[in-house]
Structure formats: structure tokens, C-alpha cells
């Protein structure tokens, strides 16, 4: 399913990590937005549901930067197995535009270990160095979610 997009495998990123939690605990930290403040935003809202929607807000550093903000529908909402989430873009002048489909799974390994399969569709990396941006910006998102479950 592609909702759409025109999909070119150089455009798929997917990222694979298990983390040492309940599949229910870590499913609730990518959709309760108290969890979400905690490794992935600074800001969070989410509508838990197929439909709904979601943003996250990360604030600048510098007082002269502006906020990184990412907002978009939930496209697929399967509890403890799969989120599927439209990821739009806020640019400095407030247009906004489809930057990819962010596609998760879950997957309970044992009674206390989860699988997340992280695929990063649709967004095409002008160059080797983007598409390694992306992967290590991911990369490092699982790894606070880690740090956060275990």
C-alpha cells in the first residue's frame, strides 16, 4: 500500500531494533503523547486512532533557529502491531508539504522484548549523504526509545 505516493526503492529507508519492553508499552510510547515528550518531541499531540491526527514539535536550540515541526494523519492504527503515519513538514514560511509515510511494526518477542521494523517510505534523498542523514536520525530516535523502555 502506498496511500498514493509513487514509491522508488531508493526512496524506502528500514530500520530494524528490539527493544527490551512489553509490545503493549512499546507500542503506547509512539502514541501517548506523555511517552512521545519523552524521547521523540518536546511537544506532543496524537489522536490515538485510524483517522486521527498527530503533532510533534521540537524546539529550536538557538534563538535564531525555528522549531522543527512534524504533523500528519494516522493512516493505519493496529494496537500493539502496526502504526502507519503520514509525515508532514512545517517549513519556515508555514507551507507545508508530504515528506513520506512512516510505516511501524510491532512484533512481542517473548513476554518482555518487542521488534519495531521502522520503514521510512517515500522521501527521495538527493544524494548518499541525506538518505545516511536519515538512517542515523532514525537510528538515533530508536535508540532514546531504548533508553527509555529498558
Not at 99 to 116: P, Q, R
Not at 120 to 137: C, K, N, V, W
Request: aromatic share 10%.
Amino acid at each position: 500500500m502506498t496511500h498514493g505516493m509513487d514509491i522508488d526503492p531508493e526512496s524506502q529507508i528500514t530500520l530494524t531494533r528490539t527493544i527490551g519492553a512489553h509490545v503493549s508499552d512499546v507500542f503506547a510510547a509512539w502514541t501517548d503523547p506523555a511517552l512521545i515528550e519523552q524521547w521523540e518531541a518536546d511537544e506532543a499531540e496524537f489522536d490515538a486512532f485510524e483517522g486521527g491526527q498527530y503533532r510533534f514539535v521540537t524546539f529550536a536550540e538557538d534563538d535564531d533557529e525555528t522549531d522543527h515541526e512534524v504533523s500528519g494523519e494516522v493512516l493505519t492504527f493496529v494496537e500493539d502491531e502496526r502504526l502507519v503515519l503520514s509525515w508532514i513538514h512545517k517549513d519556515d514560511d508555514e507551507d507545508s508539504e508530504l515528506i513520506f509515510v512512516l510505516d511501524i511494526a510491532f512484533k512481542a518477542v517473548g513476554e518482555d522484548s518487542t521488534t519495531i521494523t521502522l520503514t521510512e517510505r517515500g522521501l527521495p534523498h538527493a544524494d548518499a549523504q541525506t538518505r545516511i542523514f536519515s538512517m542515523e536520525a532514525w537510528s538515533a530516535a530508536l535508540e532514546e526509545l531504548a533508553e527509555l523502555m529498558e
